[in-house]
């Protein structure tokens, strides 16, 4: 029988995915326990099997997947019974699901329905397992849109997930699973959209429910730092099978698996910094900002007129050397990717100078800015769905290519088999569609197509903050063995200041729409001069 401290026991869990004729084994035989009121991180990278463990504890898992073997072994209270969930039926595992074991899923555009307005997501969470009247439930989802610090908590509460940022959404997400107080949060990479204060806030968010409620928390990341800063215990996870269990405090300072070893190496802040010589002559300015504004109507009057502005980006100037790569940092809708999308004229701007290449963005004709886009490009940050899922891969790297030149099909394919070994995959893969690759490759598809065209200037928006620690390290050393190879200019932007730290020369800090902190990335690492800085350096989780 299960061990009566532990509120969840799993035992040879094996679970494969089949079709048709065909069976593999996603996870094989591993068990590990939960123990009561504390948090057991998960970790291992993509395809290791840490997702899929926990779905079949949730009863989520897909129609292919079918579990081949073991128990899950769920026990709310000393005294009680164990139950198996991989046993349940649907009806006994909904009335479980949410209120006494709540879910954090790592993608919450898909968790979200688009259709409904946030706070009604949550209220409804309430409403469905509890008898709290609507008053009551629109009352405590607005505390709790305050605890996980949501700005404007009755503006998100009226918002549908489409008007919000990716790190609004998973703080939603956040306040839909603790808002009934469950006995176990399953965290499924729950800090991977948020900036790095935020992150530290949830996580003490997180321990602070823990400690009041007596919550266990199954804690599943790739980010070794954020696992050591919530973990009592670890297990590592590879190609489905357990490799390494034990303290965190063991686990992640003295590992004795190869592979554990292996990801604790691969972490940004282990790497060398990145840094290129850049020439200070006046004229190696590639891109050159000067009082840069995006402003987003609040409200609007009968007539559709605004009468209250959300100032994005408010007043930014900055330089981009040739050569270089400038990193841009600072909390979720500090103002960031709208200021990259204003570069690209994604979005309405207002400056005082705004010229690439010598070219004023702000007054360029439509067809004069189509043909500038060639040396202008992005890479975003979600590759699934900044790529067509019913387009071949090779097809979508050539897009720009024939648009933008006259090089004929046959020439088209021949460069996209050059820029996809480039990118360290296999010509072969341009035959593949999206969803037969991996994050990382598909990643490594988004910066082939980007850079296709030989750009001048490639603006990265978080463009790996979604991928794996070792997935991670590679797309990195790619860029900037591209940078070193090519010449290519970067505009880096991340919310990760160890990824950050790596790759840029130069550093612009932003908050609120506003510049905080510019400067050399070793100066202001060094010695920040803003308070700001000072806060966001020491949120970065650390092992130690």
Known sequence: ????????????????????????????????????????????????????????????????????????????????????????????????????????????????????????????????????????????????????????????????????????????????????????????????????????????????????????????????????????????????????????????????????????????ETFEPFRTEIDEAADSALLVVRNLKVDYPLRKNLLGRPTELLHAVDGVTFDVRRGETLGIVGESGCGKSTLGRAILRLVDSRSDQLTFCGKNLATISASDMRRLRQKLQIVFQDPYSSLNPRIKVGDAIAEPLLTHTKCSSSEARLEVEEILQRVGLEPTMADRYPHQLSGGQRQRVCIARALIVKPELVICDESVSALDVSVQAQVLQLLCDLKQQYGYTYMFISHNLAVVNFMADRLLVMRQGHVEEYGPTDSIFANPQSDYTRQLLEAVPKIS
């Open 1 to 268: 029988m299960p061990d009566a401290t532990h509120i969840l026991e799993v035992e040879n869990l094996t679970v494969a995915f089949e079709q048709g004729r065909e069976r593999r084994e996603v996870v094989s035989g591993v068990s590990f326990s939960l123990q009561r009121g504390r948090t057991l991180g998960i970790v291992g990278e993509s395809g290791s099997g840490k997702s899929v463990s926990s779905l079949s504890v949730m009863g989520l898992l897909p129609p292919t997947a079918k579990i081949v073997s073991g128990h899950a072994w769920f026990r709310p209270n000393a005294g009680d019974k164990p139950a198996d969930l991989l046993t349940l039926d649907d009806k006994q595992m909904q009335t479980l699901r949410g209120r006494r074991i709540a879910m954090i899923f790592q993608e919450p555009m898909t968790s979200l329905n688009p259709v409904k307005r946030c706070g009604h997501q949550v209220m409804e969470m309430l409403e469905r397992h509890t008898n709290t009247s609507r008053a009551e439930a629109r009352s405590l989802a607005l505390q709790l849109f305050e605890e996980v610090r949501l700005p404007r908590p009755e503006k998100i509460f009226s918002s549908y997930p489409h008007e919000i940022s990716g790190g609004q959404k998973q703080r939603v997400m956040i306040a839909m699973a603790l808002i009934c107080k469950p006995d176990i949060i399953i965290a499924d990479e729950p800090t991977t959209a948020l900036d790095v204060t935020v992150q530290q806030s949830i996580l003490n968010l997180l321990r602070s429910l823990q400690q009041k409620y007596g919550m266990a928390i199954l804690f599943i990341s790739h980010d070794l730092g954020v696992v050591a800063q919530v973990a009592d215990d670890v297990v590592v996870m590879q190609r489905g099978k357990l490799v390494e269990q034990g303290p965190a405090s063991q686990i992640l300072r003295a590992p004795n698996h190869p592979y554990t070893k292996h990801l604790l190496a691969c972490r940004p």
